[in-house]
């Protein structure tokens, strides 16, 4: 079983800057750390990702508990007044 810092550094890999769908981001990790030989369930991705969330190492919109429906992405700078 992948440690949680494993599992939240691939989490930021395949997170970007744009708004990406969770279930998308949770299917790209599972697939990366599946491939690194790490198994790791879609739920605990979800928690990972709820948590980076939570920390703000992530932005989301949407009820993260529904992964079709919810987004993540990257923190966007604050927008400067002007």
Do not use: C, F, H, Y
Request: glycine fraction near 4%; charge should be negative; hydrophobic fraction near 40%.
């Amino acid at each position: 079983m992948a440690a949680d810092s494993s599992i939240d550094t691939t989490i930021m890999q395949m997170v970007v800057g744009q708004w990406q769908k969770t279930a998308m981001v949770i299917a790209r990790t599972e697939e990366a750390l599946r491939k690194a030989g790490e198994q790791v369930s879609w739920d605990k991705i979800a928690e990972r990702i709820e948590t980076l969330d939570a920390r703000g190492a992530i932005e989301s919109q949407g009820d993260l508990t529904l992964w079709r429906n919810s987004e993540v992405r990257l923190p966007q700078p604050e927008a400067e007044d002007r």
